[in-house]
């Protein structure tokens, strides 16, 4: 069982920048997939950044490419989003999640494909 926990969330101004991290324990972290994905109130949880298994690979929305960047630290165990450039529509809960059926590359976009997920952080943008 893998527990996922995310930090680093906040309140910024529009322009500024966040550093999300999300640290993972009780699985083989550098088997797994990982990804961020964000959801305002009501609305469906979206992708908006994946990492694979190889830190080669790396996948972005199109909403946040340029802006956003996903890394990660497997001898700490950790995912991290570097998150510049935000804009009040950044608002929303962000979470971490692992993927562990998947291939070394792949880097999948559906929540469906997660096995794990962290709590979420708020991160909220004022204008």
């Known amino acids: 069982q893998v527990q996922l926990v995310e930090s680093g969330g906040g309140l910024v101004q529009a322009g500024g920048s966040l550093r999300l991290s999300c640290a993972a324990s009780g699985g083989a972290f550098s088997s797994y997939a990982m990804g961020w994905f964000r959801q305002a109130p009501g609305k469906e949880r979206v992708f908006v950044a994946a990492i694979g298994r190889s830190t080669a690979s790396t996948y972005y929305a199109d909403s946040v490419k340029g802006r956003f960047t996903i890394s990660r630290d497997n001898a700490k165990n950790t995912v991290y989003l570097q998150m510049n450039s935000l804009k009040p529509e950044d608002t929303h809960v962000y979470y971490c999640?692992?993927?562990?059926?998947?291939?070394?590359?792949?880097?999948?976009?559906?929540?469906?494909?997660?096995?794990?997920w962290g709590q979420g952080t708020q991160v909220t943008v004022s204008s």
């Open positions: 999640a692992a993927a562990y059926s998947v291939g070394y590359y792949q880097t999948p976009t559906t929540p469906s494909l997660y096995d794990y």
